[in-house]
């Protein structure tokens, strides 16, 4: 067993609210960087039509799935390697490197193929009318094409940040919206003599952002890091990999998936209203998700930290870690709720000329985003289970906001209210899914210290520790 704890890659003893910051701050750039993408996309596609921008808001929800595998694949592969970086094994780390990739190719050629053939069938479910899904039709035929230039970089960044090492992820994905903002208005409104591609352009723009972020990443991983292994160790080995990869990668992927899916039907729910409601809602969901971003990023810097730990046996450094992270969920969440408060007429304008849909997306964000501190509850806490290999405990924390509060509580509103009421049965899901699970996380942490739930007082103490 070779023995590898650098500097950056060692997070078992320091101060977890340092290296909560040092993980998680570069991770809002990045993550800001690629949430702008969909931002921008919305921008640009906002000048050409409502049609155009409520088939951008039926495509988000998919979109979102296809990205949320990508992201259980990456987790399942950091909470491997993290744990092996915790336990100082370098050949374990290559191995769990070279599996995951080749592992994450596999599935992403299935995928894509699947994707391709039953673009109509699945939008048709979603309630897309026949104008619109000739619009989501030839711009999801081109996004397809370029899932493998997705997934690939997402567990090559991850097996980074399993290191410690959340810079050069990070500086990847804002070239990438750099690109990204480069290309939109280039190839969807044929600036400089190109033609104008629309919604297609869009995907083309997407689709070679992704082959940059691809080529720089696997770069990192294989020449710098010198992460992949070029010896194969026969079919039961790599068998036996996939499995350890795949215990969290599937829960992992089923509980990332599981948020879009339900964004997905409850655009449905609302297509049954009128397609500006629609169209506000995806621009809406956008705009929340950039604001979210922190707790994002919150959710990806833990796992390092819960996993390298939990194999030390440091698990004190877990809970303490977790609480630090709920608290700044709440102190950010409301920040962000008071400014859309304040501004939500004004950011909507942004994004849409149309009155009635930029009306309802500023009612969405005086509602939604002060309540976004449970959500991120739900997020950080998946992250940390995930990355402790307890991605069922996860993905039950998932299920219990999206199944069992989110869509049942949307489909009631749409029956007795308006998308108004709608908006305020997100919010309730939101809020009560925090507090059950972030009481059952620590609950379930202190079992495993032998310790009391911590009470009221002591966890503020945690969360104010260094």
Known sequence: MGVLMSDHSDLTSGSTRLQLTRLGAPMILGIAAVMSMSLVDAYFIGKIGTAQLAAIGFTFPVVLTIQSMAIGLGAGAASVASRAYG???????CRIATDSLLLGVIIVSILTVVGFFTIRPIFALLGANDDIMEHIVSYMRVWFLGVPLLVIPQIANSLLRAGGDSLIPSGIMISAAVINAVLDPILILGLWGFPRLELVGAAW???????????????????????????????SATFASWKRILKVALPAALGSSINPVGV???TAFLAALSADTVAAFGVATRIESFAAIPMFALSAAIGPIAGQNWSSDNRGRV??????????????????????????????????????????????????????????????????????DLAKRSLVFYGLRTAVLYLPLSYIATLLADSTGVYIAIGIANLSAGLVVGYLSLRWLSQQRCEDVPGPKRVMELALAP
């Open 87 to 93: 336990e100082g094994d370098r050949n374990d780390i």
């Open 205 to 235: 723009a997407s689709n070679g952002v992704r082959a940059v972020t691809l080529v720089l990443s696997l770069s990192v991983v294989i020449f710098r890091e010198k992460l992949l292994s070029l010896h194969w160790p026969g079919v």
């Open 264 to 266: 997905a039907v409850v």
């Open 319 to 388: 809970m303490k870690a977790l609480v630090q992270s709920y608290f700044f969920c709440v102190v950010w969440s409301s920040l962000i709720g008071l400014a859309f408060w304040l501004g939500g007429d004004w950011i909507a304008l942004q994004f849409t000329d149309d009155k009635t849909v930029a009306k309802e997306v500023s009612t969405y964000l005086t509602i939604v985003p002060l309540t976004l501190m449970g959500y991120g509850v739900v997020t950080i806490a998946a992250g940390c289970f995930n990355a402790i």
